[in-house]
């Protein structure tokens, strides 16, 4: 059995380079044991102070877009420049164990072997859109760690792209060319997210239709208002993952949004909002456990569940009995279709 560190001998290791350790601390981090928690919180407290000079860029896109592919190829230009990259991707939770279901160093093979690089698949366990609970502090680890870009993939389903959006410096939103009506098959707040559209595949066969949903999403996002303050107006590309073009342009892309919100400002605004939606993240998710936990709600709530789902009580009154059994009896829930 191994022993377990110390949070210094964890920061040491971190700040050293040691991989094992930050597969460690990474693990550490993620886990729901109340010791473990508490290690990780002074872990992170003496992390804290590593100076942010990475760049942190969410990337999404629904399953098929080729994340996985574009990922690999983006990490392998970035490696080959010089650069650290390490990667969170987020894997959609089995149901029945809890475990991660995709293979990201297998999916990515061959960055996932690079030295300058740095590859962390971890389950989603149920988190609502696809986004690990705890990817925000393997950011910070990793950043410690001298990591100064860091990829975050999300499964790309429900509310993930908000929720990366809140994490990360530059948002990145891969679409696929000739799958439907482009402006109807997309969501205009998921638009007005992205810093950056790229119609991935764009190649042989599949050229000219990645050319004209290009020029499609263009059209529409001259309606739509620039997702920062700082005047960065979103733009749209092509790209091929597999042949690895046009990637050389989208990193140009990122690279001039940081400088753009370096000057403004921007970027330290950024990460000060960042470090508030955790905060509240870590709330809400503390609450919502703290509930459904507490004995008087447990006595009631399978009852309650099966009562919604045969309609014999409306979604409203199941939440006001649960806060009325938590002790919070003149809350009010209100019904989002009210």
């Not at 509310?159 to 009506?181: H, W």
């Not at 789902?309 to 009896?329: C, D, K, N, Q, S």
Request: charged share 30%; net charge neutral; proline share 4%.
């Amino acid at each position: 059995m191994r022993r377990e560190l110390s949070a210094e001998e964890y920061a040491a290791g971190v700040r050293g380079g040691d991989r094992a350790v930050l597969g460690r601390a990474l693990t550490l981090v993620e886990s729901n044991r109340p010791d473990h928690r508490r290690l990780a919180q002074e872990l992170l407290q003496l992390l804290q102070s590593a100076p942010e000079t990475s760049y942190r860029v969410g990337i999404s896109g629904v399953p098929g877009v080729g994340k996985s592919t574009f990922i690999e190829s983006l990490g392998l230009e970035l490696v080959e420049g010089g650069r650290r990259v390490a990667v969170l991707a987020v894997d959609p939770s089995s149901a029945v164990s809890g475990g991660s279901l995709l293979g990201d160093k297998t999916r990515m093979a061959d960055l996932a072997v690079h030295e300058r690089a740095f590859i962390r698949p971890s389950p989603s366990g149920g988190t609502l859109g696809g986004v690990a609970r705890k990817t925000r502090e393997s950011i910070v680890v990793c950043e410690a760690a001298g990591y100064d870009v860091v990829l975050v993939e999300t499964v790309g389903v429900g509310q993930s792209e908000t929720m990366v959006a809140d994490m990360t410096d530059f948002f990145l939103l891969l679409m696929l060319a000739g799958a439907g009506d482009e402006l109807q098959g997309i969501k205009r707040g998921i638009i007005e997210l992205a810093d950056v559209l790229a119609v991935n595949k764009a190649d042989g066969a599949n050229r000219t239709a990645a050319l004209r949903s290009r020029a499609e999403y263009e059209r529409a996002l001259k309606i739509l208002r620039p997702p920062t303050g700082a005047g960065w107006a979103p733009r749209v590309v092509t790209c091929s993952a597999r042949y690895r073009q046009g990637l050389d342009e989208i990193w140009r892309l990122v690279e001039e949004h940081r400088q753009q919100l370096e000057r403004s400002g921007e970027l330290e605004e950024k990460r000060r909002r960042q470090r508030l939606h955790w905060m509240w993240a870590l709330v809400d998710e503390a609450l919502r456990t703290a509930v459904r936990d507490h004995p008087r709600v447990a006595e009631i709530l399978t009852g309650l569940e099966q009562e919604v789902l045969a309609e014999r009580i409306t979604p409203t009154r199941a939440a006001e009995r649960v806060l009325e059994a938590f002790g919070l009896g003149g809350a009010g829930a209100t019904d989002p279709g009210e």
